[in-house]
């Protein structure tokens, strides 16, 4: 590496390995100076818990993407995760922890589905996770009726903190977020089925020639990644005592964006789970300072648009200039 | 005996290859014979007329679909049209209601809409970002800017210029219609018959073939996204004429539907390759769908579902047909 970069230029060597660093920090920079509570530890707590649902979804995209593939559904899973719950709960007077198995069960057979369709059929994952998104959105509009919440208010104590809860003042929806991406990073980064998935993700047909079981290694992802994604639902339930259908579909273009930010920031340009986790962060650090700044509902929605793409574009440029 | 057993086996493929334009044909005449009315004349031009705005979508996505190459992920695939369409009719509706004419409205918003065009074509062509990310992040960004322009309200249509795409008539056929089957043959002159339109479908057959017989790929793939953000403009009218002014959150169902009918479309070609004409006959099938099981009384909650469920239907056959063939 230092001798690929030993003629260039320091600025450059600069922007090529810290580019989408600095401009995170300028980001801050800006916000905090904007508004002094930005940096404070409170509102940073603030951003890292706003952040949790947006995390845990991003994991299981970042576990699909680098596959090769694309997930539409996440937020079915999302949605799916909180419903079975809920519903478990309520109507059936189950136990919280029974409930909140069911949950991610219900997100697992979102998983099942796209798996099966991708593995089973051959289906390409970005049409088959779309059929399951039309599919998904429809069977929660007739289980409630036209979209209608399903609220539930005397939620046991122990469910509802897993969104209101903290273990040592760390809320409980960061430590859910924290040992998931720990488990992911383990598999993704650091063992043997990872390095099959990523090999899987470069190219298929040579994993398929090295022997790799190209089409379990597929079947498993999209089912743990639905699971994953299902406990983001369980999460958005606890915190609002209710499910509301078709509230996860909002997560799904900021998953995908984390993730391909992510990737850029790798060396070689695969979607990892550090890369994922840096991110997620800068998105919620976007989020949150637009908010600070006390910008209208709708600029402050414009802005944070044009962001997206401009992080984007600038990740993607970073990693070209990298190569070149 | 040979030549028989792979005589039968092409018979095979092919009947398997026509069963996604069978099922729906079959859903229709479902449809037709649970509700007389649906086989009428004006439950026709109904349909037609609910699909204009798709159906220009889908005309400039196959553009880019033909350049690109039809590999969802790293193919041309531009997701970004619905909300440039959404984005001109804010445009236009905001400016017409202050006042100012068609004209200059309709200038602005082509402004735009070209300007969201270049953006994807710079992002793409010159910074080879993945299309599908690009233009999915595009589709965020020009529906926020589209919100900022209108404020998210209603603007009710006070040109009555618009309103005559839907009101007026030639010849006893919707103007509507006539403009947009002439847009499409324009459209299919331009892609499938001109210089330009074979070397874009070449650019998209092989990229590399492509560029070693010396065509320069890339403007060809920036020109597709540049054609698609203009028949997003188009479509901008076509979304104000059908509801009568501008609404918010119409982006999403466009963006489904456009997909939808671009696969159909697909599904439905012989070769399982994106064209224009299948694409065309996609949107209008999923306009018939939707309008046909209102008529037969289904449950609006269960539409996406039957959409969702044939979209599978219709894109499994056509993998398997493939393994067939």
Not at chain 1, 7 to 32: H, S
Not at chain 2, 94 to 123: P, W
Request: hydrophobic share 60%.
């Amino acid at each position: 590496m230092a001798s690929e970069t030993a003629g260039t230029p320091l600025w450059r060597d600069i922007v090529v390995r810290f580019g989408f660093l600095i401009v995170f920090a300028l980001f801050v920079v800006f916000f905090a100076a904007w508004n002094p509570v930005f940096v404070q530890g409170q509102n940073l707590m603030n951003i890292i818990e706003g952040s949790a649902i947006l995390m845990i979804i991003a994991l299981g995209m970042t576990l699909i993407v680098a596959t090769g593939g694309i997930d539409l559904s996440v937020g079915i899973a999302l949605d799916f995760g909180a419903a079975f719950a809920i519903v478990a709960m309520k109507s059936f007077g189950i136990h919280w922890f029974g409930a909140a198995c069911i949950g991610i069960a219900g997100g697992a057979l979102v998983g099942l589905l796209n798996a099966a369709l991708v593995v089973g059929l051959r289906i390409s994952p970005f049409l088959a996770t779309l059929g399951t998104f039309f599919i998904g959105s429809s069977v929660q509009r007739i289980f409630t009726n036209g979209g209608g919440p399903i609220s539930y208010r005397q939620m046991p104590d122990e469910f509802r903190s897993l969104a209101l809860g903290d273990v040592f003042g760390v809320p409980s929806e960061v430590i859910i977020a924290l040992v998931l991406a720990a488990i992911y990073f383990f598999v993704l980064e650091r063992s043997v089925w990872g390095r099959r998935i990523h090999a899987m993700g470069m190219q298929r047909s040579a994993a398929v020639v090295a022997g790799i079981k190209v089409n379990r290694i597929l079947f498993l992802c999209f089912v743990m990644a639905s699971a994953t994604c299902a406990f983001g639902g369980l999460i958005a339930a606890a915190n609002i005592r209710m499910f509301t259908p078709l509230s996860g579909f909002a997560y799904l273009l900021d998953a995908i964006a984390a993730v391909f930010i992510g990737a850029a920031l790798h060396p070689r340009g695969r979607p990892n789970i550090p890369g994922t986790v840096a991110g997620v962060l800068f998105l919620g650090v976007v989020t949150n300072g637009l908010n600070l700044m006390g910008l209208n509902f709708n600029t402050k929605d414009a802005l944070s648009g044009i962001i997206l793409v401009a992080a984007l574009a600038l990740a993607v440029a970073q990693r070209n200039m990298r190569k070149s | 005996m040979l030549s028989r057993s792979i005589a039968r086996h092409r018979l095979m493929a092919e009947l398997v290859g026509f069963l996604p334009l069978i099922i729906f044909l079959a859903l229709l005449t479902y449809v037709g014979l649970n509700a007389p009315n649906f086989m009428t004349l004006f439950n026709l031009k109904l349909v037609l007329m609910q699909s204009l705005p798709v159906v220009l979508l889908v005309t400039g996505l196959s553009a880019v679909v033909m350049a690109g190459g039809d590999d969802v992920v790293s193919g041309g695939i531009d997701l970004s049209i619905p909300a440039t369409a959404v984005l001109c009719a804010g445009i236009t509706a905001v400016l017409l209601a202050s006042g100012l004419s068609l004209f200059v409205a309709s200038l602005a918003a082509l402004a735009a809409a070209l300007a969201a065009g270049a953006v994807n074509a710079v992002l793409i062509t010159r910074l080879r970002m993945t299309p599908l990310l690009t233009t999915l992040a595009m589709f965020v960004a020009l529906v926020g800017i589209n919100n900022m322009v209108t404020s998210r309200r209603r603007i009710n249509l006070t040109d009555g210029h618009i309103g005559l795409l839907r009101e007026d008539f030639v010849f006893g056929i919707p103007l509507g219609i006539v403009i947009v089957a002439l847009v499409v043959l324009v459209a299919y002159h331009l892609l499938h018959r001109t210089r330009w339109g074979l070397n874009l479908q070449a650019a998209g057959g092989s990229r590399d073939a492509a560029e070693i017989s010396g065509l320069k790929v890339d403007r060809l793939v920036a020109q597709s996204y540049l054609l698609a953000a203009f028949m997003g403009f188009l479509t901008g009218f076509f979304v104000l004429a059908r509801g009568n002014g501008y609404s918010p959150g119409v982006e999403n169902n466009l963006m489904l539907e456009m997909v939808l009918a671009n696969f159909l479309g697909a599904a439905f070609s012989p070769r399982r390759v994106v064209t224009m004409w299948g694409a065309v006959l996609g949107a209008v099938l999923v306009a018939a769908i939707s309008i046909g099981l209102k008529t037969i009384g289904v449950n609006v909650f269960w539409t996406d579902l039957v959409k969702g469920a044939l979209i599978l239907v219709v894109v499994a056959l056509s993998a398997i047909s493939q393994r067939v063939q």
